[in-house]
């Protein structure tokens, strides 16, 4: 086993605007801030750095219509703050004990302070991605690796009882993924075809805009189609519209899922309007293909024992949770209300993906139909976020992932021509140079490579000259 103790933590916030708006519930993201947490970290091998990176994106971790955005951002950082200070307090411990240790002081922070556990782990979150990373890169080893190798000290029983006695490198797959399948994002407001896009809103970069130009160019043929449930009939006019420019521009592998956005009040409120979804011709003859619809019911709802109870449907669609997964428990009741899964974000933490995978797969054996474990993402772009997000869903066996931040971000035009170039070098099999010269993510008949991303300690390959980026560090420990 490997003991580790956090020896400095240090925060880096820089504003980011997007390529064009992402409407993805009730609120359309057009700038974020975009944060780097880098840890120093002490292990048997020597002191290690370890790097993580993430958006802090407005109304997902508490979907509070009343709140104002830089409160709610303010909220994210403090959450980070916290994390990353507590956990250079705490003793050495192996990965997970420490991960463990550093969970239980965040929330007991997070009640006095009114954060709800979401988004309060989220900061825990930042600080294990970062530790993980240096771990591995302290080793000389793949946080994959170390997963199967049981070097992480992971107690699944300790989030899941039931695996008390299970190990996690034999419920997970025995590799990573070598590639994952691509699934857009078709956001509420994203141009369908090219004839949609105004003279004045078209784009130039390189990358494509709309969602049959996407097809195009990337091949696609797995989608996450965003609706909102509190205006029923736009919602299905635009599933209309969507699948008229699929079911032309897709072959038969045309595969899809549905957002909800926490948009019903109610499993009764999203029956009836599955309902009329099953009733409308046009709709009803691509149903095959659809995969689960995700979080339909706010989440203030979901997990209600009346509310959100699904298990007298009986000829439901699988649906899963993705917000409403904030604590471990709220997995297996969800599977108890009848639902079919959930989700993993790296934003949610690796090692409860891990236990949620493990477990995912333990209720699965001799299941006709298996229960999901979904890959989504919070837009995530490079050269961090994007590349550990992979490393995740390869290491999960996790095959469908949504991926946008290519989609509303010009690749990594964002960043110095030092970083584009590491990035670049580190990972060919992953980014190639867009039109203008930039790299962006190479997505080839609908899949993206992982192999260089599983191959580094934990996604990123080459060390990024952070000095590269404009702004200041903060010693937050």
């Given at each position: 086993m490997i003991p580790v103790s956090v020896k400095s933590a240090e925060?880096?916030?820089?504003?980011?605007?997007?390529?064009?708006?992402?409407?993805?519930?009730?609120?359309?993201?057009?700038?974020?801030?975009?944060?780097?947490?880098?840890?120093?970290?002490?292990?048997?091998?020597?002191?290690?750095?370890?790097?993580?990176?993430?958006?802090?994106?407005?109304?997902?971790?508490?979907?509070?219509?009343?709140?104002?955005?830089?409160?709610?951002?303010?909220?994210?950082?403090?959450v980070i703050r916290h994390a990353a200070a507590t956990a250079a307090t705490l003793p050495a411990a192996e990965p997970f004990r420490f991960w463990s240790e550093l969970k239980g002081r965040q929330a007991e922070w997070a009640k006095q302070h009114q954060h709800p556990p979401l988004l309060a782990q989220f900061g825990t979150s930042m600080v294990e991605r970062a530790m993980l990373e240096a771990v591995a890169l302290a080793a000389r080893s793949t946080v994959s690796k170390l997963v199967r190798e049981e070097r992480l000290g992971i107690e699944l029983g300790d989030v899941h009882p039931e695996l008390r006695t299970l190990r996690a490198s034999s419920?997970?797959?025995?590799?990573?993924?070598?590639?994952?399948?691509?699934?857009?994002?078709?956001?509420?407001?994203?141009?369908?075809?090219?004839?949609?896009?105004?003279?004045?809103?078209?784009?130039?970069?390189?990358?494509?805009?709309?969602?049959?130009?996407?097809?195009?160019?990337?091949g696609l043929f797995h989608f996450k189609l965003k609706v909102d449930g509190n205006q029923p009939d736009a919602a299905?006019?635009?599933?209309?519209?969507?699948?008229?420019?699929?079911?032309?521009?897709?072959?038969?592998?045309?595969?899809?899922?549905?957002?909800?956005?926490?948009?019903?009040?109610?499993?009764?409120?999203?029956?009836?309007?599955?309902?009329?979804?099953?009733?409308?011709?046009?709709?009803?003859?691509?149903?095959?293909?659809?995969?689960?619809?995700?979080?339909?019911?706010?989440?203030?709802?979901?997990?209600d024992s009346a509310l959100g109870d699904l298990t007298g449907w009986k000829d439901r669609p699988p649906i899963i949770i993705d917000e409403s997964d904030a604590e471990p428990v709220d997995l297996r009741q969800a599977l108890a209300l009848g639902y079919s899964g959930t989700s993993h974000k790296n934003c949610k933490g690796l090692f409860k993906g891990i236990a949620h995978a493990s477990l995912i797969r333990h209720r699965s054996a001799g299941r006709a139909t298996?229960?999901?474990?979904?890959?989504?993402?919070?837009?995530?772009?490079g050269p961090v976020a994007v590349q550990q997000d992979l490393a995740a869903q390869a290491l999960l066996g996790i095959e469908s992932v949504e991926r946008n931040g290519h989609h509303y971000f010009p690749g990594l035009s964002l960043w110095s021509p030092e970083i584009q170039d590491v990035a670049l070098g580190a990972h060919p099999d992953l980014y190639h140079r867009s039109r203008l010269g930039w790299p962006t993510l190479r997505i080839a008949s609908g899949r993206i490579s992982t192999q260089s991303v599983v191959a580094?300690?934990?996604?990123?390959?080459?060390?990024?000259?952070?000095?590269?980026?404009?702004?200041?560090?903060?010693?937050?420990?």
């Open positions: 925060l880096l916030r820089v504003a980011l605007r997007s390529r064009l708006p992402f409407r993805y519930g009730i609120v359309t993201m057009v700038e974020v801030p975009h944060v780097f947490l880098r840890l120093k970290v002490e292990t048997p091998f020597g002191v290690s750095e370890g790097l993580v990176a993430d958006h802090l994106p407005p109304k997902w971790f508490t979907k509070d219509p009343t709140r104002d955005i830089p409160s709610e951002i303010e909220d994210m950082m403090a419920l997970l797959p025995e590799q990573p993924l070598a590639s994952i399948v691509c699934r857009h994002t078709v956001g509420m407001l994203d141009p369908l075809t090219d004839r949609d896009i105004t003279p004045e809103a078209r784009i130039d970069d390189g990358l494509p805009q709309s969602l049959e130009a996407s097809i195009r160019a990337y299905l006019a635009r599933l209309k519209a969507i699948f008229a420019v699929l079911v032309r521009q897709v072959d038969r592998r045309l595969a899809f899922t549905i957002d909800g956005n926490e948009s019903f009040s109610s499993a009764e409120a999203f029956r009836t309007f599955w309902r009329r979804v099953e009733a409308d011709a046009t709709l009803r003859e691509v149903l095959p293909g659809l995969l689960f619809v995700e979080q339909p019911l706010a989440r203030a709802v979901a997990l298996p229960l999901l474990h979904s890959g989504e993402d919070l837009s995530n772009i580094a300690p934990f996604g990123i390959g080459g060390r990024l000259p952070l000095e590269k980026i404009a702004g200041e560090w903060t010693t937050l420990a």
